[in-house]
């Protein structure tokens, strides 16, 4: 069971960035891919970012040049550093790990 607790939410003026950090816990052997997501209001949940053991990444179109997604093995850890933050942008973000989910962090960009 792995458990993974986000942070780094909070509330930025568009163009500001800002840089979501997820912790991984509990009983595993290793991790595998690291991904992000995040649900808008009245939105589905949308995939942003995922990262490899071997920190290969892929990204979604809405965020491809804005965001970056990276990990510290040793620690179980992983980043997104968002730059550039719109109105649009405004969500929960959700950090995963297979078939676990933290509980999210909310992001608000005003304009």
């Known amino acids: 069971q792995v458990q993974l607790v986000e942070s780094g939410g909070g509330s930025v003026q568009a163009g500001g960035s800002l840089r979501l950090s997820c912790a991984a816990s509990g009983s595993f052997f290793i991790i595998n891919n690291m991904a992000w997501y995040r649900q808008g209001p009245g939105k589905q949940r949308e995939f942003l970012a995922v990262i490899s053991r071997g920190y290969a990444t892929t990204y979604a179109d809405s965020v491809k040049g804005r965001f970056t997604i990276s990990r510290v093995n040793a620690n179980n850890t992983v980043y997104l550093q968002m730059n550039d933050l719109k109105p649009e942008d405004t969500a929960v973000y959700y950090c995963?790990?297979?078939?676990?989910w933290g509980q999210g962090t909310q992001v608000t960009v005003s304009s």
């Open positions: 995963n790990e297979e078939s676990n």
